[in-house]
């Protein structure tokens, strides 16, 4: 079995080559190999904790993808009434800053006192940007404000 590894680009990439007899034929087998180098690769991190409002904001002035998040809802703990409520965090395909309770594309609902983590290697794509708002509704249009704290927002995204 021979091993040799190529250089296929200036990224830290390498084919890595088998050969070996299988019933008799010599088979070559080929895949790519990411080598850790000082090019990181991985997703960029949006982070926030939330103020009083709806939270717009831009994570991405251009294309991207959403790969995950990790959203912890902390209004039961923050409100003056002890009375927890939901949280809806929205996200947008929009390159600039996102008019809450417009052009919404996901939702992430996260109950109170709770919190709510997702990671796709697929990713959801977004043609023109990413966006993000929070919001007390569920509805698309809502626009209720949340409060001061309420939340912290990890969006990771490419």
Same mark, same amino acid.
């Given at each position: 079995?021979?091993?040799?590894?190529?250089?296929?680009?200036?990224?830290?990439?390498?084919?890595?080559?088998?050969?070996?007899?299988?019933?008799?034929?010599?088979?070559?087998?080929?895949?790519?190999?990411?080598?850790?180098?000082?090019?990181?690769?991985?997703?960029?991190?949006?982070?926030?904790?939330?103020?009083?409002?709806?939270?717009?904001?831009?994570?991405?002035?251009?294309? $991207?993808?959403? +790969?995950?998040?990790? !959203?912890?809802?902390?209004?039961?703990?923050?409100? /003056?009434?002890?009375?927890?409520? =939901? *949280?809806?965090?929205?996200?947008?395909?929009?390159?600039?800053?996102?008019?809450?309770?417009?052009?919404?594309?996901?939702?992430?609902?996260?109950?109170?006192?709770?919190?709510?983590?997702?990671?796709?290697?697929? $990713?959801?794509? +977004?043609?023109?940007? !990413?966006?993000?708002?929070?919001?007390?509704?569920? /509805?698309?249009?809502?626009?209720? =404000? *949340?409060?001061?704290?309420?939340?912290?927002?990890?969006?990771?995204?490419?």
């Amino acid at each position: 079995m021979a091993d040799s590894s190529v250089p296929v680009s200036s990224q830290p990439l390498n084919i890595d080559t088998e050969q070996e007899t299988i019933a008799g034929k010599d088979v070559q087998r080929q895949r790519v190999v990411l080598v850790p180098g000082r090019d990181p690769r991985g997703c960029s991190v949006y982070h926030a904790v939330s103020a009083g409002g709806t939270n717009q904001a831009n994570v991405k002035a251009s294309p $991207g993808q959403v +790969y995950g998040w990790r !959203i912890f809802n902390n209004s039961n703990l923050t409100d /003056a009434a002890h009375v927890g409520y =939901p *949280i809806y965090v929205k996200l947008h395909n929009n390159a600039g800053t996102p008019t809450p309770g417009a052009g919404v594309e996901e939702t992430i609902a996260v109950q109170s006192g709770l919190s709510e983590k997702d990671f796709n290697p697929m $990713g959801s794509a +977004y043609d023109t940007g !990413i966006g993000i708002s929070i919001v007390k509704g569920i /509805a698309d249009n809502d626009t209720t =404000p *949340i409060s001061l704290d309420d939340c912290v927002v990890d969006l990771y995204f490419a």
